[in-house]
């Protein structure tokens, strides 16, 4: 989005940040919604993703302008894929986790959601180990760019590396 526009002042790109976090967290409404469905009635599925977009926490990040909100849409899309729609999708979903696992490194959590959905919901197919084994492909070509990158520039990709030393501390 910084790419697109040319500002010429530093708080101009911190007040698009801003409303592009605000816009982010108002269209989460949309796949909220949609987990809240597949357990509730419709009505009790609005109140819930009005509760979470009136959540403090949501509307302070996205105020900050920090990675939350973009974050938190694309798990739950991806989560929401896993669960509602047949298999044809379940490949968007293993791309909506690559993609959050860029944002946030934590988004190895959704990844591993995706995967244990894609085998309790395919358990009866006989194929289910390909569909493991093209998601898992999909996932590291989603966010292999990003980790080739910040390897070369910072040393180290933030989030397998992140991973491995978090034990090393204890």
Known sequence: FFSVF???ETIQYMQLQVLLSIVISVITIIPVYFLCRIFFSSK???IGA???VLEPRIIQNSI???TDSLYIFLGISAIVIILKYNTKFIYISFILAGLSTIVRSEGLFVFAIILVGVIIKNRKDKRVLLKIIIGITIFFL???PVSVYKMDTIG???I???LLNSGQNY
């Open 160 to 162: 397998i590396s992140r």
């Open 156 to 158: 180290s990709d933030g």
């Open 142 to 144: 989603v966010i292999s």
């Open 6 to 8: 040319n500002f010429e």
């Open 44 to 46: 009790l599925s609005i």
């Open 64 to 66: 900050l302008g920090i």
């Open 50 to 52: 009005s509760l979470f």
